[in-house]
């Protein structure tokens, strides 16, 4: 005999099945391929992908029990197993039952059809070699960025403190480690570099993180805040913002709005086989730039060669080489990075 709700719960551990399934089912599909990004990048998107991992193993669980002991409670009422619940009783369960399960559902659905779309570019062999401490270079490694701090020395063996630093922002789903290929020589020119561990690889959700490295930093005297694509969006908006910020640096970037600020020192760099940030996109962006701002266009370079992380879908076919342009990218921003800070004052001369 047939129990009030026993069609509705059997629909629902069947649909828990299938998406607890899927829940399981992504996590190892990003362990497998982009462990590397996952573990070292902000521990948002590693907190996220064992949450959604061990709540599809308890929601297959679940439904693979409901299914099988749910025969037995269907047959309540049957003259060898005497019902424990009214009718009506049962249909309040039932109603109870799916108004629960509906933002259940939705909520873990959108988790891991989230967590499926962050999926991580992973940084090259390039990149991650360049991220090794020296003579030159100290790497040091904090929960939301990885920082690279020049060693430099007096002639009297004294250290010599960077006082200009640049934060930089990656780009959507981009592991933070890419740029480090790019960045390094900005370090060994004497500059800190601070790139931030986005949560789920979008700087969006978190548009003030760099402002902890400010405060980490109080040393630093002058700072630029710089980005590859919707980490410039990003970079833009806080350069706007933040009075302490005294350069931007925008690599296949452009700001969503225009720039209030007019004592920003801006530098554009983009690609002229860019197939996502196209130069139809850069030159539109112009207008929300300072009049002042230095454009630098790469010839030949696409979306993906402003850092190291494989090829990009949407991305054009590049024409150029991807050292020279790399090169270029470097020199060009280390360029606004001299430009913060003021000369020295001329010497006096000695009276004669």
Avoid at 79 to 91: F, G, H, W
Avoid at 110 to 137: I, M
Avoid at 179 to 187: F, G, S
Avoid at 316 to 322: A, C, F, L, S, V
């Amino acid at each position: 005999m047939s129990q009030p709700g026993a069609l509705s719960r059997t629909i629902l551990a069947v649909l828990w099945l299938l998406l607890g399934i899927a829940m399981v089912a992504v996590p190892v599909w990003l362990g497998w391929t982009r462990w590397p990004a996952v573990l070292s990048g902000h521990p948002a998107m590693l907190v996220a992908t064992m949450v959604c991992a061990l709540g599809g193993l308890v929601a297959v669980a679940w439904s693979v029990a409901t299914l099988i002991l749910g025969d037995r409670l269907d047959r309540e009422g049957d003259p060898d197993r005497p019902a424990r619940r009214t009718p009506a009783q049962l249909s309040r369960r039932a109603k109870r039952r799916i108004i629960l399960a509906i933002p259940a559902l939705t909520l873990c659905f959108l988790l891991v059809v989230g967590l499926a779309a962050v999926r991580p570019f992973v940084a090259t062999a390039t990149a991650t070699d360049a991220l090794h401490s020296d003579s030159r270079v100290r790497i040091a490694e904090r929960l939301g960025w990885y920082e690279m701090v020049p060693i430099r020395e007096d002639k009297s063996g004294k250290a010599i403190k960077p006082t200009t630093g640049l934060i930089f922002i990656p780009g959507a789903r981009v592991d933070a480690r890419a740029y480090a290929h790019i960045l390094r020589p900005l370090v060994e020119a004497g500059y800190l570099v601070a790139v931030l561990k986005e949560p789920l690889g979008l700087s969006v959700l978190d548009s003030h993180h760099a402002l902890t490295v400010l405060g980490v930093h109080p040393e630093i005297t002058y700072w630029a805040v710089g980005g590859h694509s919707l980490g410039g969006v990003t970079a833009a908006s806080m350069a706007d913002d933040e009075e302490q910020i005294n350069g931007l640096v925008l690599y296949a970037a452009y700001p969503a709005s225009r720039l209030a600020r007019t004592d920003l020192k801006v530098l554009s760099v983009s690609g002229s086989a860019d197939g996502l940030s196209t130069p139809a996109d850069i030159e539109a962006g112009k207008a929300d730039l300072p009049p002042d701002t230095t454009y630098v266009v790469v010839d030949g370079a696409v979306h993906s060669w402003f850092g190291d992380y494989g090829d990009q879908p949407g991305d054009g076919t590049p024409t150029g080489d991807r050292a020279a342009a790399q090169t270029v990218i470097t020199k060009s921003t280390q360029a606004l990075l001299v430009s913060l800070t003021p000369p020295p004052p001329p010497k006096k001369k000695k009276k004669k």
